[in-house]
């Protein structure tokens, strides 16, 4: 991947780059009204130009922050690259994180201008505390008043001359975009991306996963579209809501990857349970050579379903990492069914793998403070849990508008910037990080802290447990831990489901101290990926329910 000019770094040269070498190559397939529609590189990058001189024109510029509110589509894409082109800072916000989130993280980032449908445009005006900063609204379907239209000045024919001002020449550390993170631990934070770092992602992406030219990306998460297309490839927007993962539509998402013999295709493991599980009823295989799975601790189970849908060949990724640092480390699904997924069931948390080129990977002991210095770092052995930091191309320099999270996530070194991840874990004598829960899920008892995910993996096992999320009750340091389960099968929890959970933490001296037990209906999730818990709501859930003490049986044999 060529980065244009050594003195420029703007992404969007990217897809101008590849327009000329792969003009007539298909670059997107979308779904529009009833028909699915193909356009080639040449087509999207000319739909880009000409969206950039409209924007241009409106008066967008260098460093204006932008609001992007549209559905997966080609002009989610062209004008994605449009503000790119211009200089524009792109504001990307998951309209499912609930309509409280959402006013709260527009009304932080102080958008100056707002693009997107016309019912973003209302929405916009609903809520005008919110949306105080906009100076412009443009609307790109539908009609509007008191809006720029660019349905009316977009030329019927994408094929006429641009009227686009130069891509500007951006540094690597010129402000590109902001994102959102998913806010399963406190409020959603604005997250910096620099130019600089949306290239060392395409690099990472394309010599690792081996993602270019020849291949077709089906994304269930649209931001990975954009990437499969300033790599060369194909990208089949599929027919879902991305908002939604766990309600994705099996049919529709197996239709269009047989249709289009999707070959690569990543998403969240809500999406690839529903998948597999469709594809296994109906024996289907699927012809991708490359998934990647996302977003949460993936099980053991869904990646042996997986295998049993796609070629032998096929290999499934598992990357670890935040909007913060993404992608960090991988590991692949062959390894951890063969070696670290039976330790995983024994409480030993989940392995995510090595750290991905020119990332570094460490534990340190746990600080609740901010820490300004690596001097103040004391680094832990292999084996021991800590507090997992990262250093690397992809590292995020600051949360906008909020330089308290900032300093207290980052820490200088000589050799750069290290972002605390928020996690516990472990790195094993081959280098290999183990992930134990998050920083803020650890549940502090009197006889020490207790780890979410490896105390989990014991109960998870349990024939009639779903899920299962360990919280705390009282004062920390001096918390009762409660285990909280939701079952298979929603209803009234199964006679006797206490006094079993009471026998399985008998089997591991990790949760040997658990007495209390609670059904939850339905677990609190993140809307992005549906499958990060929301232990602090359950937490606050679990503090009102009444709490009876599950006396163990006589215990059986430690794992």
């Known amino acids: 991947m060529k980065r244009g000019r050594p003195d420029n770094h703007n992404i969007a040269q990217v897809l101008a780059q590849v327009a000329q070498t792969q003009p007539e190559a298909i670059a997107l397939v979308v779904k529009e009204g009833r028909k699915w529609r193909r356009y080639t590189f040449a087509e999207l990058n000319t739909r880009s130009e000409k969206l950039a001189g409209l924007l241009h024109a409106a008066g967008l510029r260098r460093?204006?922050?932008?609001?992007?509110?549209?559905?997966?589509?080609?002009?989610?894409?062209?004008?994605?690259?449009?503000?790119?082109?211009?200089?524009?800072?792109?504001?990307?916000?998951?309209?499912?994180?609930?309509?409280?989130?959402?006013?709260?993280?527009?009304?932080?980032?102080?958008?100056?201008?707002?693009?997107?449908?016309?019912?973003?445009?209302?929405?916009?005006?609903l809520f005008p505390a919110a949306f105080s900063s906009l100076k412009k609204r443009i609307a790109v379907s539908g009609w509007v008043p008191g809006t720029v239209q660019l349905r009316n000045l977009l030329p019927p024919s994408a094929a006429t001359a641009s009227t686009a001002p130069p891509a500007l020449v951006a540094g690597p550390d010129d402000l590109a975009a902001i994102i959102f993170?998913?806010?399963?631990?406190?409020?959603?934070?604005?997250?910096?991306?620099?130019?600089?770092?949306?290239?060392?992602?395409?690099?990472?992406?394309?010599?690792?996963?081996?993602?270019?030219?020849?291949?077709?990306?089906?994304?269930?998460?649209?931001?990975?579209?954009l990437f499969s297309t300033a790599l060369g490839a194909k990208a089949v927007l599929p027919d879902m809501d991305p908002t939604r993962p766990a309600r994705v539509d099996p049919q529709k998402f197996v239709n269009s990857i047989l249709a289009e013999q999707v070959s690569y295709s990543f998403g969240s493991p809500a999406i690839w349970r529903v998948v597999s599980r469709y594809c296994l009823r109906h024996n289907l295989h699927l012809p991708l050579h490359t998934v990647l799975m996302a977003g949460a601790p993936v099980p053991g189970e869904l990646l042996a379903d997986m295998q049993k849908i796609l070629p032998p060949e096929a290999r499934?990724?598992?990357?670890?990492?935040?909007?913060?640092?993404?992608?960090?480390?991988?590991?692949?699904?062959?390894?951890?069914?063969?070696?670290?997924?039976?330790?995983?069931?024994r409480g030993k948390g989940y392995c995510v793998g090595r750290a991905l080129p020119d990332m570094n990977l460490r534990v340190i002991a746990v600080q609740?403070?901010?820490?300004?210095?690596?001097?103040?770092?004391?680094?832990?052995?292999?084996?021991?849990?800590?507090?997992?930091?990262?250093?690397?191309?992809?590292?995020?320099?600051?949360?906008?508008?909020?330089?308290?999270?900032?300093?207290?996530?980052?820490?200088?070194?000589?050799?750069?910037?290290?972002?605390?991840?928020?996690?516990?874990?472990?790195?094993?004598?081959?280098?290999r990080l183990w992930f134990c829960g998050r920083k803020g899920h650890r549940v502090l008892t009197a006889e020490g802290p207790m780890y979410s995910v490896c105390c989990e993996a014991i109960f998870n096992q349990h024939p009639l447990v779903l899920r299962s999320a360990l919280v705390g009750v009282g004062a920390p340091g001096a918390q009762t831990p409660v285990v909280v389960v939701e079952t298979v099968r929603r209803g009234r929890p199964p006679t006797g489901l206490s006094k079993e959970l009471a026998a399985l933490a008998q089997t591991s001296a990790l949760t040997?101290?658990?007495?209390?037990?609670?059904?939850?209906?339905?677990?609190?999730?993140?809307?992005?990926?549906?499958?990060k818990i929301f232990r602090e709501q359950l937490a606050l859930w679990a503090a009102k329910q009444p709490l009876t003490a599950v006396a163990p049986p006589d215990a059986g044999a430690e794992q």
Request: aromatic residues 10%.
């Open 512 to 531: 040997r101290s658990i007495r209390h037990f609670l059904v939850h209906p339905a677990f609190p999730v993140d809307i992005r990926h549906n499958a």
């Open 368 to 431: 609740e403070d901010t820490i300004t210095d690596w001097s103040q770092v004391q680094e832990l052995p292999a084996g021991s849990i800590g507090e997992i930091v990262v250093r690397g191309p992809v590292v995020t320099p600051a949360y906008d508008h909020n330089e308290a999270e900032t300093k207290g996530a980052k820490i200088t070194s000589p050799e750069g910037l290290w972002h605390r991840m928020g996690d516990m874990g472990y790195l094993d004598e081959q280098g």
């Open 181 to 225: 993170t998913t806010g399963s631990t406190g409020p959603p934070k604005g997250v910096h991306y620099t130019h600089g770092i949306f290239h060392a992602q395409l690099q990472l992406i394309r010599d690792y996963y081996g993602i270019g030219p020849g291949d077709t990306d089906q994304p269930g998460f649209t931001l990975f579209g």
């Open 63 to 125: 460093g204006k922050r932008v609001m992007l509110m549209l559905r997966p589509s080609l002009d989610f894409v062209a004008l994605t690259f449009a503000l790119f082109r211009l200089g524009a800072v792109l504001i990307l916000i998951d309209p499912g994180m609930g309509y409280r989130n959402l006013l709260r993280c527009i009304k932080n980032v102080e958008p100056e201008a707002l693009v997107g449908i016309s019912r973003a445009i209302f929405f916009s005006r």
């Open 316 to 345: 499934i990724f598992t990357p670890y990492g935040a909007t913060e640092s993404l992608p960090t480390a991988s590991i692949e699904a062959r390894e951890i069914l063969d070696t670290t997924w039976k330790e995983t069931q």
